[in-house]
């Protein structure tokens, strides 16, 4: 297995799909490679791109919000994205470039070895799903609901952008990192072996 900054270089000079020609730069995951938590977003926003680190915009502001309120330090997460580099303008990312970007989510999930892995919205759904080898409903139908797959729980949540479009569903986005948190306690301290 690569090293993470191995790994980073990798996604930094990485020519695999056409967001390499749009981009200011790649954006490589971000946080604790012990965690328990591996959570998925999109695509980097223009923040993320120009400061080189997923979730440092208005999304992450809310995700940052959100986990302090279910006792969970972003220091003790791992977050990426299902694609590396930003979309022209600012679109979600089409399913080729997901493909191209999943051996490098792929290698994530390998190192990180997260018990619980959230992926935020549906491009990151697919993404994890092309993974993973596993057919994912649309997060409309499967937000906040724990899926047991090869050995991950998997607890799809809407991606925060959406929820910052959208403030009626913020309740029950809000429950959904508690409901994370409160599956991590539930699963205990991991076992040394």
Known sequence: MIPFAEMCDRILICKDCDLHLYRRRAVCGHGSPESDLLFIGEAPGRTEEMEGSPFVGRSGKLIDSVLRDA?????????????????????????VEIRKCSPYLRQEIEMVRPRII?????????????????????????AGKRIRVQGYEVVPQYHPAAILRNPKKME???????????ILRELGPRSQT
């Open 71 to 95: 006792g969970i330090g972003r220091e003790e997460i791992y977050i990426t994205n299902a694609v590396k580099c930003r979309p022209k303008n600012g679109a979600s990312p089409r399913i």
């Open 118 to 142: 959230v992926p935020m919205g549906n491009s990151a759904l697919r993404a994890l799903g092309l993974v993973l080898n596993q057919r994912f409903p649309k997060i409309s139908e499967i």
């Open 172 to 182: 029950s986005f809000k429950l959904n990192f508690l409901s994370v948190s409160r």
